[in-house]
């Protein structure tokens, strides 16, 4: 599968939709708005792109997969706001997420050579899931992606998940310490050691300058570029594929 992660108005996410749409399934790691000023990326571009992604799993519901992230959800919940809220376009925004809701999900699962793989915007922490173990209803669930997306796409529920969800951590200047899968930086699984039992997982939302960040047990994949996770469970750069 080809995974694609943060956005932020780019467009690196065309070149391997082009390529291998309806070859392999396509993911989105979530944060498809508020882009970084010193990328010089226009923002009259940033919106239409979304809408493209948008379109994409419209006409492609089963093999597009659309994550959301935090520059997604602060636009849903302003508690979730963590920088660069387009204030100007909140409202657009904001509609545009809600009346598209069923389009997207909060995670996905997929089997791989026997292993369980996890996606999210920025990784499950298994504290994480015992704080909120009754909100979340966890032990009625086929799994995390199916608890979390089941809370997503039921408007009842949503208020109680996006509470949750704004559970930002200390290492993301909030005051928690364990974060929400919208909110971890990798550094919460690197020097915490955060192990969530049973999963590898495969996150975006810490951005790297150069190299993504890979250990046995999760990847943080937020470097600008694709990524395809082989049939073995390998994950390798888009560009290098023949």
Excluded at 33 to 38: A, F, G, I, S
Excluded at 151 to 172: C, Q
Aim: charged fraction near 30%; include cysteine.
């Amino acid at each position: 599968m080809i995974i694609i992660p943060d956005v932020h108005g780019r467009d690196f996410w065309m070149k391997p939709v082009e390529e291998r749409l309806g070859k392999e399934p396509l993911l989105f790691l979530g944060d498809y708005l508020d882009p970084y000023e010193y990328e010089g990326i226009p923002r009259e571009e940033v919106f239409p792109r979304f809408e493209q992604i948008l379109q994409l799993k419209r006409e492609h519901p089963e093999e597009v997969t659309l994550l959301l992230g935090n520059h997604d959800l602060h636009y849903v919940d302003r508690r979730l706001e963590g920088g660069r809220y387009d204030i100007l376009h909140a409202r657009r925004n904001r509609a545009t997420i809600l009346n598209n809701a069923g389009l997207f999900q909060l995670a996905y699962e997929k089997m791989i050579g026997g292993t369980k793989i996890l996606f999210t915007h920025a990784g499950v922490q298994a504290a994480w899931l015992a704080k909120h173990r009754e909100t979340l209803d966890i032990e009625h669930s086929t799994s995390i992606a199916d608890c979390l997306n089941r809370m997503w796409w039921d408007e009842t529920r949503r208020p109680k998940l996006l509470a949750a969800l704004n559970d930002v951590p200390y290492s993301r200047w909030g005051r928690c310490r364990y974060g929400s899968p919208i909110w971890n930086d990798v550094d919460d699984f690197t020097v915490g050691k955060e192990e969530l039992p049973g999963y590898v997982q495969i996150f975006g939302h810490s951005q790297q300058e150069n190299a993504p960040v890979i250990s046995d047990y999760y990847a943080c994949l937020d470097c600008r570029r694709a990524f395809v996770l082989t049939e073995e469970g390998v994950i390798e750069e888009y560009d290098i594929q023949p």
